[in-house]
């Protein structure tokens, strides 16, 4: 049986805010990204479910 793909909000776009510590592509963490395919996809379903706030914070203070 073939393995299906992980999930993943990344849009190729990887470089960390240094005031929020969101990525400016996908809004992950750091901490999120490097342990994106050990999680579950419950828990990145639950990351997934953070970025449209993130994405928008950043968007508001001019980051994106």
């Known amino acids: 049986m073939p393995i299906a793909p992980i999930k993943t909000p990344c849009i190729k776009v990887c470089a ?4 929020t510590g969101y990525c ?3 809004g992950r963490t750091l901490p999120e ?7 579950t996809p419950e828990a990145r379903d639950d990351v997934i ?3 449209p ?4 914070h ?3 203070i001019g980051k994106r």
């Open 58 to 60: 950043l968007e508001a």
């Open 24 to 26: 400016l592509g996908c």
């Open 33 to 39: 990204i490097g342990r994106w395919v050990q999680m």
């Open 16 to 19: 960390v805010d240094g005031q």
């Open 49 to 51: 479910a953070c970025l």
């Open 53 to 56: 706030e993130r994405i928008a």
